[in-house]
Structures are given as structure tokens and as C-alpha cells.
């Protein structure tokens, strides 16, 4: 099996498996196993419809602050996440790798993702508009665990919980509320 066809099977596994906060995950959650479904390609960056790509919020250990990243294309402050590559054994790996990437960390995430949400964007490289069915995860960084600015960042910080920038999506607001919740857990 190759490295696209695995990690479209962990997909459909993760997904599958997935138990959804909400009623509106649980629909999202749907429409994209129905997706995987349709297109064999669902997991690669040449998927012109849209394609699944994975993501993370990285809390401090005390779970006060989150890292994120002041993305360059974007412009916004975001949680580091982008594309499947073939040497990902899974979602998760691949979150955790651009989480060493774009953060410099390590970090083992919380195995089942915590939330999705799919968005537009004009992906590097390409002229046309797609979408990104991005699967988040949440995990906790070590006591004082230093952030590593890259090149796909102009800035990368930690942002206290109870005040994030002012001009973060909502998206990523709800992120952090449902990572709070996953990471209380007893």
C-alpha cells in the first residue's frame, strides 16, 4: 500500500472510529467519510475538489496558554497544521510533525481528534480556490517548552487562553474551547 493510500485508510479508520462532541462534527464527520468514499485521492494536495489535512493545538502544561503560529500566506494567527505527506503513517503523525515543523516541539497529541472544520483557501502553488477538511488534535507541551520560529511563520507564540489574539477566527476559538474540554478529562 502506498504512503496516499494508507493514510486515506487511517482516515476513514479515524473518522470511523471518531465520536463527535456535537451533532454538527458528527454531520462534518459524515461529509467527510463520504468524501474519502468518492476519491481515492482525498488525502493529497493534487485532490482539486479539496483534501483532508491535519492539524493541532499545542496547550502549555498547565493547559493556560496555546502555541500558535502567525502564518505568512494566511496572515492570521493559527494552530500549525497542513498536507498529508507519504512518510505519515496517519493523521495524528502528520499533525505531530508539522507541529515539530512550525513550533519546533515534540509532542505526542491526544490519539482521536477533537474537532474538524473544512475552509477555503488557495492552497501554495495553485491559482484555484479548494478547500482544506482539516482533522485537529490537541495535545500538551512539556514545562517550559520553547517555541522555534520557521519559515512558513512570521511570528510564533504563546497566547494565554483567556486572551487570544483579537483577530483570530472563531474557528480557532472553538478549537481551543474543545481541547479544554478533552484535556480536563480525569
Known sequence: ????????ADAVATLTDWVPPS????ALAQSYLAFLAA???????????????????VFSHDLSHVALVLHRIVGAWLQPGGHGEA????LRAAAEREVREE??????LDPSP???DCHPITCRGYTHLTR???????????????????????RVAWWPVADLPGDVFDE???LVQSGLVRLSRP
Do not use: I, Y
Not at 451533532?23 to 458528527?26: D, E, H, N, Y
Not at 512518510?87 to 496517519?90: K, M, Q, T, V
Not at 513550533?103 to 505526542?108: N, Q, S, T, Y
Open 87 to 90: 512518510s505519515d503513517a496517519s
Open 172 to 174: 480557532v476559538r472553538e
Open 23 to 26: 451533532p454538527g462534527q458528527a
Open 114 to 116: 477533537v474537532h474538524l
Open 1 to 8: 500500500m502506498s504512503g496516499a493510500a494508507h493514510l486515506h
Open 39 to 57: 476519491r481515492p485521492d482525498a488525502c493529497e494536495r493534487s485532490c482539486a475538489p479539496g483534501h483532508l489535512t491535519a492539524s493541532a493545538l
Open 132 to 154: 482544506h477538511l482539516d482533522v485537529r488534535f490537541v495535545g500538551r507541551a512539556s514545562e517550559g517548552a520553547a517555541l522555534v520560529l520557521s519559515d512558513e511563520s512570521h
Open 103 to 108: 513550533l519546533g516541539l515534540a509532542v505526542d
